[in-house]
Every structure is written in C-alpha cells, then in structure tokens.
C-alpha cells in the first residue's frame, strides 16, 4: 500500500472516524466538512484518481456505488445526498487517493456549480 494520507488512514495510522470497512472499500466522515454530513468511501487499493482505474479496480468502484445508498441512509440521509468524485487538478481534487465524497443535511445543499453566461 501507498503511504498516502488514506492508505494510512485506511491501514489505521491515522485516527478517523470509520462508518464502514470490508475487504475492498473503507469509509469514514471528512475532517472538515462542508455539509451537516460528509464522508468519504475509498477502496482500500491504492489508486491515485478516477483517471487512473482500470478494469481490475471494477469491483471496487461498483461496490462504492452499491453501498453509497446504504451508508447514505445510515447517516439520516433519507430523502437523498449528492456524491462527489472530484478527479485531478481541474477537478479539485486535494488528495491523491480515489474517493467519493457523500454529503447531505436536512435542507437541500443548493446547486452544484454556478453556471456561465453563454
């Protein structure tokens, strides 16, 4: 495994709140968060973002979607969230781990992004 900040976490050098853990996924609430609930599921297989996947990562990814729902709903989440991939320097992305971002609250979390004038 890589020493990155969620491979330790992951491995439990790193303290963090756990929601879930299994042989292939690991999620935990985000240390800061923007939402009254935010938390991150990562595989545990190091990959450094979406644009780095390939076809042996497809067991992963799909069991990440598959228990986004139910960890979701764990949280209170009851009437929706939103998931956030955010993947390479445009996209935002701040730690070089593949991570999928759950957030929601009781009240709508408002648009995603501000569109542009045409």
Same mark, same amino acid.
């Given at each position: ?26 999620? =935990?609430?985000? +240390? ?9 599921? &990562?595989?545990?297989? /190091? !990959?450094?973002? #979406? ?29 929706? =969230?939103?998931? +956030? ?9 701040? &730690?070089?781990?593949? /991570? !999928?971002?759950? #957030? ?15």
């Amino acid at each position: 495994m890589s020493d990155c900040i969620f491979c330790r976490i992951v491995r439990g050098e790193i303290p963090s709140k756990k929601i879930y853990e299994d042989e292939e996924i690991f999620a =935990f609430h985000d +240390i800061n968060p923007i939402a009254p609930v935010h938390f991150m599921i &990562v595989p545990k297989v /190091h !990959v450094g973002s #979406l644009m780095d996947v390939d076809p042996s990562h497809q067991k992963a990814l799909g069991h990440i979607l598959l228990k986004a729902n139910e960890l979701a709903r764990g949280q209170g989440l009851n009437e929706g =969230f939103r998931t +956030i991939i955010n993947t390479g320097r445009i996209g935002h992305q701040e &730690v070089y781990h593949l /991570h !999928v971002h759950i #957030l929601g609250g009781p009240e709508p979390l408002g648009s995603m992004l501000k569109r542009r004038a045409p």
